[in-house]
């Protein structure tokens, strides 16, 4: 599967972005999907995953509230929108896919892809 990330961009803080991961080479609607980010300097992080089903979503506490993820497996694609920014949500952001259902360890996913840069000014 190739994954690719996309939507981040510059955004002022309380400002909102909507990232889309697009994928290619085979269906999503197979695997548990997560969004991750890596700040400079930090470790990769889990930020949130989704199932298929209506409410299989789990989230960071520390965006619990501000993001939403979803997918829309007629396009292949998942989404993470992203409100109320604030600067330490800069990161790279970056989207893969996994077996393990709910996992947030990065070392059960796969296909990282490029990521997105996302950055909140203060």
């Known amino acids: 599967v190739q994954l690719q990330a996309s939507g981040g961009g510059l955004v002022q803080t309380g400002g909102s972005l909507r990232l889309s991961c697009a994928a290619s080479?085979?269906?999503?609607?197979?695997?548990?999907m997560g969004w991750f980010r890596q700040a400079p300097g930090k470790e990769r992080e889990f930020v949130a995953g989704?199932?298929?089903?209506?409410?299989?979503?789990a989230y960071a506490d520390s965006v619990n509230g501000r993001f939403i993820i979803s997918r829309d497996n007629a396009k292949n694609t998942v989404y993470l929108q992203m409100n109320s920014l604030r600067p330490e949500d800069t990161a790279v952001y970056y989207c893969?896919?996994?077996?393990?259902?709910?996992?947030?360890?990065?070392?059960?996913?796969?296909?990282w892809g490029q990521g997105t840069l996302v950055t909140v000014s203060s």
């Open positions: 893969a896919w996994s077996l393990m259902w709910g996992s947030r360890r990065l070392s059960d996913y796969r296909d």
């Open positions: 080479g085979r269906t999503l609607s197979i695997y548990y």
């Open positions: 989704i199932g298929r089903a209506v409410g299989d979503t």
